[in-house]
């Protein structure tokens, strides 16, 4: 069982407010990674970690930005939410070169009115 | 450009039958494939991978084949129950000089109707 989480679960608020969205994983994951998804659509990579300080950006240009000061916690902040930000955004983790599979959290489930 | 396609966004079958989804990809360099299932407000749950060294790999109602040379896998659940229906992502795994990088198909809607 993946040992991953996400919180809030279901966030709502309103434009222009900052929000974070905390994921964490007891696993000891070198990699990690935030994908955004919006009903019935695709993931789409938007961020992503190789360790503690490492951040890089994915294939979906987003407005918000992460940080990994700690091994075991990604979080995603946005700096003045908007109703384009509505969506579902899923945190997971994997070994940097082992294992061969991603573990999910349970997603945030996000709208900005 | 997508790497990893699943040109059915959506697959109904009949509780009992066998439901089969398919997965194609571009890049020869990937070298692990796997299959995640997920529900609604849920985060993807891993189901079954396979290595590109094997065709085939079982696990209980599900199997999934791999075909390298036409580029394509699927998987293959029997009997097909109620409980399955989800979206199901094909993604594949890459490695570069840093580490294991994934990538995902857009996702396949199965119903399973009673």
Redesign the interface.
């Known amino acids: 069982e993946a040992d991953i989480y996400q919180t809030p679960r279901y966030l709502v608020i309103g434009t222009g407010k900052k929000i974070t969205l905390e994921c964490s994983q007891t696993m000891g994951h070198d990699k990690m990674y935030w994908y955004q998804q919006d009903p019935g659509m695709e993931l789409h990579l938007i961020h992503y970690s190789y360790g503690v300080n490492s951040t890089e950006k994915g294939d979906l240009s987003s407005e918000s930005t992460v940080s990994r000061i700690r091994t075991e916690h990604f979080p995603l902040t946005l700096e003045s939410a908007r109703p384009s930000h509505t969506s579902q955004y899923l945190c997971a983790s994997s070994e940097l070169q082992g294992q061969e599979t991603q573990y999910f959290g349970p997603g945030t489930r996000l709208l900005v009115l | 450009d997508q790497q990893v396609k699943q040109n059915s966004p959506s697959l109904s079958v009949q509780e009992g039958r066998i439901s089969i989804l398919n997965c194609d990809y571009t890049n020869s360099m990937f070298d692990?494939f796997?299959w995640?299932k997920k529900y609604?407000?849920?985060?993807?749950?891993?189901l079954i991978?396979i290595s590109s060294i094997k065709d085939k790999n079982e696990d209980g109602r599900f199997t999934v084949f791999l075909n390298k040379s036409a580029k394509h896998l699927s998987l293959h659940i029997v009997p097909s129950q109620p409980g399955d229906s989800a979206v199901y992502?094909c993604?594949a795994?890459v490695?570069d000089n840093?580490?294991?990088n994934?990538v995902?198909?857009?996702?396949t809607?199965l119903s399973v109707l009673p």
């Open positions: 692990y796997l995640y609604p407000a849920e985060g993807p749950t891993f991978s992502f993604a795994r490695r840093y580490g294991q994934f995902f198909g857009p996702g809607r």
